[in-house]
């Protein structure tokens, strides 16, 4: 168990900067989840970790040791591939044995291992099936098995659910958390699924073009987006421009395409008079037919999807397209005239 | 689905040229092969029943000789070639600049007859050839080193490994380039270093693409005529080339077809074996 730290890591391929001068320090025992859409430097920077690439620039750091030279098979690092990457010609047994082998790990201290470890994941009857003979979800089980029973500094993972069906997905992130928690171990997970990445992290790390958008826990990230595009990648969000006509305090009067807006701007960075601010709030902020806050709206529906739980609403307010949420149970349908009220305190102001 | 295809007098005539090829020439020639073998198909004299041919061929010393050489050519060329083309293999699993060049110089015996390539190797490792001249020149040596026409074979094996370099080089590489990157990454992850990874990941999943490998090769040098006759020691011939002296010199067809036989059933034999060997090692799976 360690703490990691990246310090102005650069990784380029040729002309491409995959990472491009990231800091991020994780501290031990702690769960952070990379996100970012494709070729973001997500999985770059795992790689780097592990050692399968080496930095350019920069340094990574295993508590206070460095580890930029060091070879991946040195690192004490074990990572979850997206492919599992199981060795196709040894059993669930050997597989899950290589890497205490290769720490030359005395067979009866494997054994007992090996055990533990097929019993917390429900592996005990597979032992002796080759990864051919086994489901999607029994190999994933067994590339955690193999990472985790080498007691590791770091636990990567490299998108490993991405080959699960949905319903398998979300049982076994909820495994890998409660296992990562029990284990102590600090993990580094990479993921391109933003409800994933929500449920699983103390902290996620949101990527755009090898650079570093926004760090935060999970309810920060979602609450109070800081970019246009965290706001955008993270649910769903109304993004909108306005320029600011009075500040008073923390409160904002702004004027938006669509009408009239008061905004709190309480723990954001408070905007000048007279600026044009970028704005964004979340459609579940809109509460149907809420008379009690500040800011009302007023719109027609263009379509509604009915969820179940929620019905999902795109309505025009003034010209302007913008996104809401009713769990109202009367049936809301398009060419509706809705109205709705905000708080003042569920915008996030953005900066770029 | 459609039924399953009536086989109709047309379809018959298409296959003909093809199937009746294979049953007439390779399926009669064997046949009688073996039954020359046997005293049948006399070219001269009396056909009949006898195990007198091969009782002779069985008693003769320079038959089992011969047999013997070719089964020592056939087993070191076949792991010679397999050793020197494996860290190729490996070596050109990833693509690179130097690469494609190199890859291409190295198939060129591919193109070039057995006979051909024999008289090229001989000019450097004859006994006056470019070899000795260099190591005598150098004073590494003070007399030439006996490399072609050796009573073991050295000359011979040499010359395999040059001639089917490139084609056992062709047959691991497609064995090596199925070996996905994650895997290897997987047990580098683990700990595995250089050797580790090498012998307890690429060698095991190489493993039937090595296997074919020395199986093919195994067969070509066991039956090598050409290669022997020039860089092979002077006693005792290839099988193939006592074969020659048989039926030309001797006229002796049917002790030659008795080698031929022999020739045939080792390469059967080597094949089945092969396939029970390669069950064994996927009978988990």
């Not at chain 2, 056909?47 to 087993?75: C, N, P, Q, V």
């Amino acid at each position: 168990m360690a703490t990691l730290t990246l310090t102005n890591l650069v990784k380029r391929f040729d002309e491409v900067v995959a990472v491009d001068h990231i800091d991020l320090d994780v501290a031990d025992g702690e769960f952070v989840t990379l996100l970012g859409p494709s070729g973001c430097g997500k999985t770059t920077t795992l790689r780097t970790i592990a050692g399968f690439y080496y930095p350019d620039e920069g340094e990574v750091y295993f508590g206070d040791r460095i580890m930029n030279n060091v070879p991946p098979n040195k690192r004490d690092t074990a990572m979850c591939f997206q492919s599992y990457a199981l060795f196709p010609h040894m059993s669930v047994w050997d597989n899950i044995s290589f890497g205490l082998k290769m720490r030359k790990m005395s067979t009866s201290e494997q054994k007992g291992k090996i055990e533990r470890v097929m019993e917390m994941l429900s592996l005990s009857d597979l032992g002796k099936r080759k990864p051919g003979q086994l489901s999607g979800g029994q190999q994933q089980r067994v590339a955690l098995a193999r990472s985790i029973v080498t007691e590791p500094e770091v636990l990567l993972f490299d998108e490993p659910l991405s080959n699960l069906d949905a319903k398998l997905r979300v049982q076994v992130r909820v495994e890998i958390r409660e296992m990562q928690k029990r284990l102590g171990t600090t993990a580094i997970y990479v993921t391109h699924d933003q409800d994933e990445a929500l449920a699983i992290s103390d902290r996620i790390v949101i990527m755009k073009q090898g650079k570093i958008e926004q760090i935060g826990d999970p309810y920060s990230i979602y609450r109070h987006p800081e970019t246009r595009f965290v706001a955008g990648f993270i649910g769903m969000a109304n993004i909108f421009d306005g320029v600011v006509l009075e500040v008073e305090g923390k409160r904002c009067t702004v004027q938006a395409p669509f009408g009239k807006l008061f905004i709190n701007a309480e723990g954001q960075e408070i905007p000048k008079k007279g600026a044009t601010i970028h704005f964004s709030w979340r459609p579940e902020d809109m509460k149907i037919r809420d008379r009690a806050s500040t800011n009302q709206i007023t719109g027609k529906v263009l379509q509604a999807v009915f969820m179940g739980d929620i019905t999902d609403l795109f309505i025009e307010v003034n010209g302007q397209k913008m996104r809401a949420q009713s769990d109202d149970e009367a049936k809301i349908v398009a060419g509706d005239s809705v109205s709705f009220g905000i708080a003042e305190r569920a915008f996030s102001i953005l900066r770029g | 689905m459609k039924k399953k295809d009536k086989i109709t007098p047309f379809i018959i005539l298409m296959l003909l040229p093809g199937v009746g090829f294979i049953v007439f020439f390779i399926g009669s020639s064997i046949v009688i092969t073996v039954l020359q073998s046997l005293g049948f198909f006399n070219m001269m004299g009396e056909s009949g029943f006898t195990l007198g041919y091969w009782k002779s061929i069985l008693s003769s010393r320079e038959a089992m000789d011969s047999l013997l050489f070719s089964l020592k050519m056939g087993i070191l060329s076949s792991v010679g070639t397999v050793l020197v083309a494996f860290p190729l293999a490996l070596f050109f699993r990833k693509s690179g600049p130097a690469k494609g060049m190199l890859g291409s110089i190295i198939k060129v015996p591919l193109f070039i007859p057995a006979l051909v390539a024999s008289f090229l190797i001989l000019n450097l490792i004859s006994y006056h050839g470019l070899i000795n001249t260099t190591l005598m020149r150098l004073n590494i040596i003070n007399e030439p080193l006996r490399m072609l026409n050796d009573s073991f074979g050295w000359g011979v094996i040499t010359i395999q490994i040059w001639k089917n370099l490139p084609f056992v080089l062709l047959i691991l590489m497609s064995a090596i380039s199925s070996i996905r990157d994650d895997t290897i990454d997987a047990a580098k992850n683990l700990g595995a270093g250089y050797w580790s990874v090498l012998f307890r990941i690429y060698i095991p999943l190489a493993m039937p693409g090595i296997l074919v490998a020395m199986i093919l090769m195994f067969i070509r040098a066991f039956g090598d005529f050409p290669i022997t006759s020039v860089a092979g020691p002077v006693y005792p011939s290839s099988v193939a080339n006592r074969m020659q002296i048989m039926a030309n010199l001797y006229q002796e067809w049917n002790q030659a077809a008795v080698l031929g036989v022999i020739i045939i059933v080792t390469t059967f034999f080597v094949v089945w074996a092969y396939s029970r060997f390669a069950e064994l090692v996927q009978g988990g799976a």
